[in-house]
């Protein structure tokens, strides 16, 4: 499901809407040694175009992640941050900042609304 963030503006009077889509599958059997690896997904709408931004995932049991890219044309964000040994941790909350970094502004926010799927990895 989907996150509506609402940011409003009142010296412009305006108010921008944000969808924030965060879903995440763990990788069985992808690290003997460290653990399970889980791939975090962030998907977000309604951003500035051809612009820098990051997304910082925030498992409750491992250390953050970032990952940085540009938006499309039409400011679609869309991100895979991979958490090592991941599966350690039952939530993954995402904060996506505008720019290089989390030294900037939050743009949205929002976290994962079910539990991670597991995917299976074949060994060769």
């Given at each position: 499901?989907?996150?509506?963030?609402?940011?409003?503006?009142?010296?412009?009077?305006?108010?921008?809407?944000?969808?924030?889509?965060?879903?995440?599958t763990v990788y069985q059997g992808s690290d003997?040694?460290?653990?399970?690896?889980?791939?975090?997904?962030?998907?977000?709408?309604?951003?500035?175009?051809?612009?820098?931004?990051?997304?910082?995932?925030?498992?409750?049991?491992?250390?953050?992640?970032?990952?940085?890219?540009?938006?499309?044309?039409?400011?679609?964000?869309?991100?895979?941050?991979?958490?090592?040994?991941?599966?350690?941790?039952?939530?993954?909350?995402?904060?996506?900042?505008?720019?290089?970094?989390?030294?900037?502004?939050?743009?949205?926010?929002?976290?994962?609304?079910?539990?991670?799927?597991?995917?299976?990895?074949?060994?060769?």
């Amino acid at each position: 499901m989907p996150l509506l963030l609402l940011l409003s503006s009142s010296a412009l009077g305006m108010t921008y809407s944000l969808d924030i889509d965060v879903k995440c599958t763990v990788y069985q059997g992808s690290d003997d040694e460290n653990g399970d690896n889980v791939d975090v997904r962030t998907f977000v709408m309604g951003l500035k175009g051809n612009s820098d931004y990051t997304a910082e995932a925030i498992p409750d049991h491992n250390p953050s992640t970032t990952v940085t890219t540009k938006t499309d044309s039409e400011g679609i964000f869309w991100i895979v941050a991979k958490v090592p040994n991941g599966e350690k941790s039952l939530l993954f909350k995402v904060n996506v900042y505008e720019g290089n970094g989390t030294d900037e502004n939050i743009v949205a926010s929002g976290d994962d609304d079910a539990p991670c799927y597991q995917i299976s990895q074949q060994k060769k």
